[in-house]
Structures are given as C-alpha cells and as structure tokens.
Nanobody
Framework: QVQLVESGGGLVQAGGSLRLSCARS????????MGWFRQAPGKEREFVAA????????YYADSVKGRFTISRDNAKNTVYLQMISLTPEDTAVYYC????????????????WGQGTQVTVSS
C-alpha cells in the first residue's frame, strides 16, 4: 500500500503561483513514478505532469508546459508541483498519484491516489 497526501492548494489571483506538495508513505521502495492530475467541475480528470522516481525524467501536458514544474525530493519522499502564471482555467482539484505501469499520461496507469487539494484561480 502507498499513502499519498497532497497539500498547498488554495485561492490565488490570475497570474499568481502556488506550490503543491505530495507526501508519499508506505511501500515507497517500489520507486514508482509519480504524477499530478486535475479535475475541474463537470470535466474528466486530466493529466498534468509526471516524474520518474529514478532519473527524474519529466512529462507535461501541453496546457501547462512552461508554467508548471514537477520535482521530487527522494529523501523526503515528496513530490512537488510548482505552478506559475496561473489562469482561471487551472482551477481544479489536483490529485497526486503513484504509477503502476503504462503510459505516464494515462489515468489508468496509476494505482494509488491522494485525496486531492483544491486550487482556485480568480480572474
């Protein structure tokens, strides 16, 4: 079992920034890749970013490239999502997930999920 706890969400004005954190515990020796997804009201959960646990290769959705940065601290078993130049379209619940197998950008590739943290961007 892997437990994931997100934090760092909140209300921010357009153009602002936030940093989300995801603390991982449990079977951390699996060295699973980690991802961030988001789900806006009335929409499906979509891929945002992912990072391999070994090597740190990163992957981003086109909509966030150049604005979001995913990183990880192996010693702290924590993954971060730094978000800048936020727009109202970024408003969503953001979920951290641990990848089992499969493509990094597919929801079905992830087998453990956090509870989510709300990000609201006002115009």
């Amino acid at each position: 079992q892997v437990q994931l706890v997100e934090s760092g969400g909140g209300l921010v004005q357009a153009g602002g920034s936030l940093r989300l954190s995801c603390a991982r515990s449990g079977r951390t020796f699996t060295n699973s890749a980690m991802g961030w997804f988001r789900q806006a009201p009335g929409k499906e959960r979509e891929f945002v970013a992912a990072i391999s646990w070994v090597g740190g290769t990163t992957y981003y959705a086109d909509s966030v490239k150049g604005r979001f940065t995913i990183s990880r601290d192996n010693a702290k078993n924590t993954v971060y999502l730094q978000m800048i130049s936020l727009t109202p379209e970024d408003t969503a619940v953001y979920y951290c997930a641990s990848r089992g197998s499969g493509s990094y950008n597919l929801r079905t590739s992830y087998n453990y999920w956090g509870q989510g943290t709300q990000v609201t961007v006002s115009s």
